[in-house]
């Protein structure tokens, strides 16, 4: 990645624009996903006169659209020329502005449209070689005015993703990866979505006790009887340690959202608890952690 600072003066209420462009097939789909992950408003294909006028709508949202990420292609026939002064009125609205051009090899590019099977843009009277040649030569003063060159020739999308995420997301370590926590009881069936299933029905059942039977896993008098058992202690520290383990693996993946869930005979009393508790946990990380008890809610 090169890097070359740009910037509008002072930014107005601390509007982010991104402007991505670069050759065709070089990634602006998979970089798209990886800023709507980071809650970009994302529009693809804007031509460049019409930056300014979006520049006005987000400063006129109040707040609603800060994050914007904008996607131009050779397919809008526009020039360097209209792309420089349009970024230049919003250098003058006093909106910043970051500018990533996307390259990749030759070969690479071949390869990918012939993987694809997409028609590259300006093949219409061009070999794929040549049309590949004649958009680097009209997109060349572009690029080096970008303030990202990012080269997606070895770099997988996960990768792509993850170097977004270190570069222009604003946000704690791990709060990308969204964790979804749900507790069911398997009388009821078991989640559709869930990533990852876990059976607590070995541990000791409240339900049995008549003065717990009828309170739920975020009750203290349930969470102490669950908890004063050794078993139940011994897999509390093994499942943190497990889901501690696992969840930066996937975050290195690129993976946005994970379901967990957690299953008892009713989905009351110890899937709810052990919710509760990796709700907790995974919060203190800085997580990004939505929970749902679906035979309660």
Do not use: W
Not at 72 to 95: C, P, Q, V, Y
Not at 124 to 139: F, V
């Amino acid at each position: 990645m090169n890097n070359n600072a740009q910037s509008g003066q002072d930014g107005v209420e601390n509007i982010q624009f991104i402007i991505v462009t670069g050759l065709s097939g070089a990634g602006r789909t998979s970089i798209s996903h990886a800023f709507e992950d980071l809650d970009f408003f994302v529009v693809d294909n804007m031509p460049p006169e019409l930056i300014p006028k979006f520049g006005e709508i987000c400063i006129k949202s109040q707040k609603k659209i800060n994050k914007v990420l904008l996607v131009l292609d050779i397919r809008g026939g526009f020039t360097a020329d209209e792309l420089f002064s349009a970024l230049n009125e919003l250098i003058k609205m006093n909106i910043s502005y970051r500018m990533i051009f996307l390259d990749a090899s030759d070969q690479v590019l071949v390869k990918r449209f012939s993987e694809t099977r997409r028609k590259h843009p300006l093949a219409n009277k061009l070999i794929l070689k040549d049309a590949i040649e004649k958009e680097r030569q009209l997109l060349a003063p572009i690029k080096e005015k970008a303030t990202f060159t990012i080269n997606t020739s070895k770099l997988t999308v996960a990768k792509l993703k993850e170097m977004v995420a270190k570069v222009f997301a604003d946000i704690k370590e791990n709060s990308n990866l969204i964790v979804n926590l749900v507790s069911f009881g398997y009388k009821h069936g078991i989640p559709d979505d869930a990533d990852i299933i876990l059976d607590l029905r070995f541990l000791p059942n409240p339900f049995y006790e008549p003065d717990l039977k009828h309170l739920t896993g975020m009750d203290k008098k349930v969470a102490d009887y669950i908890l004063d058992h050794s078993i139940a202690v011994t897999f509390k520290e093994k499942l943190f340690d497990f889901i501690d383990f696992l969840l930066p693996e996937y975050v290195k993946e690129g993976k946005s959202k994970i379901e967990i869930a957690l299953g008892c005979t009713g989905g009351q009393h110890r899937s709810v608890l052990f919710c509760e508790l990796l709700f907790a946990h995974l919060s203190a990380k800085n997580y990004n952690v939505i929970i749902k008890h679906r035979e309660i809610n």
